[in-house]
């Protein structure tokens, strides 16, 4: 009797155990706690306040790719459609706050632009070709070239302040 009811444990232990090993468990891979997250609907990004980029692949929940882009804290992130660039609001909170673009497939900074404040927000233009943030002023709007980083002027009217 008393050989049945361990082995009924033993198969009851078992059990639990696999089906809770069976389950699949995601490690945010974040060691400090997650800020911003930016989706195309197939990959998700995510970045802590220290810097950590962390790409999920949302169907296998599996982790694509970890990459440091920043020493600073960051304050927003914003990916491209093709999730091939990735920009970065990264600052000291105190007088430094510049704007970085990543090639994510290559895992390479390609440009950093100083910024006076910290924008309201930033965004890729649809097709890409853009990086486009606003800072708290009447001509609000700054579009930076994704590619080399240089201010293109687009827009030659007052047009007020912008916000996401």
Not at 42 to 69: A, E, P
Request: aromatic share 12%; proline share 3%; with cysteine.
């Amino acid at each position: 009797m008393h050989k049945i009811k361990f082995l009924l444990l033993l198969i009851l232990i078992l059990t639990i155990t696999f089906i809770a090993v069976s389950e699949p468990v995601i490690n945010s891979g974040h060691s400090n706690p997650i800020q911003y997250f930016s989706s195309n609907g197939k990959v998700l990004y995510s970045c802590d306040n220290v810097g950590t980029l962390i790409v999920w692949d949302t169907y296998t929940q599996f982790l694509l790719k970890k990459l440091q882009v920043s020493h600073l804290q960051v304050k927003d992130i914003s990916v491209n459609a093709e999730g091939t660039r990735l920009a970065v609001v990264e600052t000291d909170t105190i007088s430094s706050f510049k704007l970085s673009v990543w090639d994510l497939e290559a895992e390479i900074k390609l440009f950093s632009h100083k910024m006076d404040e910290l924008p309201l927000f930033v965004e890729f233009s649809p097709k890409g070709s853009y990086v486009v943030y606003s800072k708290a002023d009447w001509n609000s709007l700054i579009f930076l070239d994704a590619e080399k980083g240089y201010e293109v002027p687009l827009l030659f009217e007052d047009y007020g302040i912008v916000s996401s």
